[in-house]
């Protein structure tokens, strides 16, 4: 079947991710979200989550080269992983850098709860996230002035200068979170819903998407919360600027990019997943409001869960990370 020239924005791609975006023209997309398959043995449609570990890490290395060449030079992209391939991945970008293909900016921790309960070990509750910028950043710039977008005012948080000390020397305009992520849930409402602390605290308190929260979607075994994404795309986009997600899956960054007026396009395997996720994406662009699905939708009954909760994973990982895409 012939590869798509074509990059057309606000579509979801059907195909192999590192085929279409090495068949399409470089320097495209301002924003570039990636969460990959862990190689863990989750059952997803089209995916074999469960390849040799060399392998694995040349696909891994393949598909960020695919996205560093889709990338502006003025872009941003963000890698989330799991601990098994965490040092492979970074190695990669750290030679990528001195390639001076982009530049390495953070290694942030996304602190979760609702992680794996294990038997003879700490229990998981944390994923890595690597935040790059384009090649325009290898020369001489300036903080105040970088070459990528970094809306530093969207996403500022009231510092403890402020909230605890009134000390006059605090900023006024706030502060950057720290590059740790921590993430907790609160109250779940009887329907299902889930309340969140507004965006100005610099602790999120909301965790990864449980099966009865009413963002889950429920026909994809992986699926992040919107509000991550939302500090991302807020962050390191401006409107109108195009956000790729190679791993399109349930459809989160392209349905948060649509939400705050950003072109998005993306890849995926599964035809089917594709459309569920256009869906998505087609009610938060019509309504401008995240797309949720009650218990009833989704086979649960409150009070009676189902004997397998979570997603199948491979009998070699019972204690894997369990984030949700």
Sequence with gaps: MPRPRTFKTDKVHVGDCIDLMNAWPEDRV??????????????????????????????????????????????????????????????????????????????????????????????????????????????????????????????????????????????????????????RPQEVADDGEVSYFGPDEDTWYLSRLCGTFKERQGWHPCQLPEALLERIVKLSSHEGDVVFDPFTGSGTTLAVAARLGRHWAGTELSADYAKRATQRIKHVQKTGQTHTTTLSDKGIERGKPKKKAEPHRSTKDQVGPAVFK
């Design 30 to 183: 301002d924003l570039v979200f990636a969460d990959p398959p862990y190689n863990i043995g989750f059952h997803y449609d089209e995916y074999d989550d469960n390849r040799p570990g060399d392998e694995y890490v040349q696909w891994t290395e393949d598909w960020i080269n695919g996205c560093v060449r889709l990338l502006k030079p003025t872009g941003s992209l963000y890698v989330l992983i799991g601990d098994e391939y965490a040092a492979e991945t970074r190695m990669h970008l750290k030679r990528l850098e001195q390639e001076q293909k982009l530049v390495f900016r953070n290694w942030i921790v996304w602190h979760y709860t609702f992680g794996q309960n294990c038997k003879s070990k700490f229990n998981r509750s944390h994923a890595h996230l690597f935040y790059c910028v384009g090649s325009a950043a290898t020369g001489k710039w300036k903080a105040s002035d970088p070459p990528f977008a970094f809306n530093r005012q969207d996403i500022a948080v009231p510092s403890a200068r402020q909230t605890t000390y009134a000390d006059r020397r605090a900023n006024p305009k706030g502060k950057l979170p720290d590059d740790t992520w921590y993430l």
